[in-house]
């Protein structure tokens, strides 16, 4: 009964462990969805975002009137009193009875009318930079997406060629058993025979190779989308093969790093006008209200004010422009970062649609290399049955059609991958994948 529940609890754990290794079968759509949701860098782009509508909350607040409450209540020993207006001299506090303690409220308010329109200026720089953000967060999931796509491929190209290199293996292996028993009956030299086992281990060799890339490029991939680890993927295959994409697309450039600079560059003529209202004098709607209870000796109620208050630093004058001249030289910096950012997007369209174009003929290319090479082994292959061909050339053929059908298989991916590096460089992928 012990030996039974041991082998029912080892098949239990057995399956869960299959269950658990199962490959994740993710679309194309989902991949990016998942990039850009779940990725602690897509989560950090989004709180960054919700930092900088914080900070235009708090510059818009500043337009509001301050208020101030404020109270005391004090203990006092017996105080010496002298007033020329209630009495002659000075008087002892029990004179008045006894005077111990004394409660004071304060209440003030100030509204500011006038102060170089820099609350004004701020807040527009604020909500300028708000946008840089938006922008900047738009950017980070389109950098995200493109990692996550080209991992998304770069698994399926190294999948199909593992599979290839699976069933060449197979004629590799089968190559070497014949070779054996022909050397065994004298028909084959045994450098023959060595040289179609090297052949067969140069493939498990390659086949090595590729199950440690997919391992190491599962791993990246669960790690963007925030996935264990240990995931590996299954690949759609209808959203790498598709091959009707054949045209450069003529979308817009719509780059959100270009957006941001240009908010930013906004807000930095914000800053320039909040250096320079500091030459102004800063004016002020002020008011307040005091009550004061002095026990057994004096009560002040209705004790209303208020006014115009105004401030003006007069040194400020000269030492402001030293604050005007930063502000400028940082908007030059950004207007030249602008300017540099957009000769480079230019330079990255223009270098991925002749990829995208060179990615559709090579196609073209390897594809008539594909079956080329497999016609010229199938005649090596007949001429080395008829022994008209020797073992060099069998295997040299083979391998030719070996590496034309990666490089086929490789080439059909690229197309489309590379569409989408084009949409990325415009700055539309996402909007393309969705």
């Known amino acids: 009964m012990k030996n039974k529940t041991i082998i029912l609890f080892g098949l239990l754990m057995s399956s869960l462990f299959a269950f658990s290794q199962e490959p994740k079968k993710l679309s194309l759509k989902d991949v990016v969805e998942l990039a850009t949701t779940k990725s602690n860098q897509a989560n950090l782009a989004t709180v960054k975002t919700q930092t900088a509508e914080a900070e235009v909350i708090q510059a818009k607040n500043k337009q509001y009137p301050n208020l101030s409450l404020s109270g005391q209540y004090q203990r006092i020993t017996q105080p010496n009193i002298s007033s020329p ?56 999931k389109e950098n995200l997406a493109n990692y996550a796509i080209a991992l998304y491929f770069n698994i399926y190209k190294t999948q199909q060629t593992l599979t ?160 005007v001249k930063i502000a400028k030289s940082k908007s030059e910096e950004v207007k030249f970062s602008t300017s540099i950012l957009e000769k480079q997007i230019n330079e990255e369209v223009k270098n991925a649609e002749e990829n995208y174009l060179l990615a559709q003929k090579q196609f073209n290319v390897y594809q008539k290399a594909a079956e080329q090479s497999d016609e010229n082994y199938r005649i090596v292959k007949d001429k080395y049955d008829n022994g008209l061909s020797s073992t060099n050339d069998l295997l040299e053929a083979n391998a030719e059609q070996i590496q034309a059908s990666i490089n086929k298989t490789i080439s059909q991916a690229d197309i489309l991958q590379k569409y989408y590096e084009l949409q990325y460089a415009k700055g539309t992928l996402i909007k393309t994948i969705n």
């Open 85 to 140: 207006v209630l009495f002659q001299g000075s008087v002892s506090g029990e004179s008045f009875g006894n005077i111990n303690q004394i409660l004071l409220g304060n209440a003030n308010a100030s509204i500011p009318l006038f102060n170089g329109l820099k609350i004004n200026q701020n807040i527009k720089a604020h909500e300028n930079l708000l946008q840089a953000e938006i922008a900047q967060e738009n950017q980070t």
């Open 164 to 323: 290839i290199l699976n069933d060449n293996l197979k004629s590799a292996q089968q190559r070497v058993t014949d070779f054996k028993n022909m050397e065994d009956n004298g028909l084959l030299a045994h450098n023959d025979l060595l040289k179609a086992q090297l052949q067969a281990s140069n493939i498990e060799l390659s086949i090595e190779k590729s199950k440690k890339d997919i391992n190491v490029l599962n791993y990246k991939l669960a790690s963007i989308l925030n996935l264990d680890e240990n995931t590996s993927f299954d690949i759609v295959k209808e959203d790498i093969e598709l091959l009707n994409v054949v045209q450069t697309s003529n979308s817009s450039i719509e780059r959100s790093d270009l957006s941001a600079l240009n908010h930013q560059f906004e807000a930095s003529k914000n800053q320039i006008k909040i250096a320079q209202g500091n030459y102004f004098p800063t004016v002020n709607l002020i008011g307040g209200y005091v009550a004061a209870d002095i026990h057994n000796f004096l009560t002040v109620t209705n004790a209303m004010n208020f006014g115009v208050g105004v401030s003006y630093d007069l040194s400020g004058i000269f030492k402001n422009n030293a604050e």
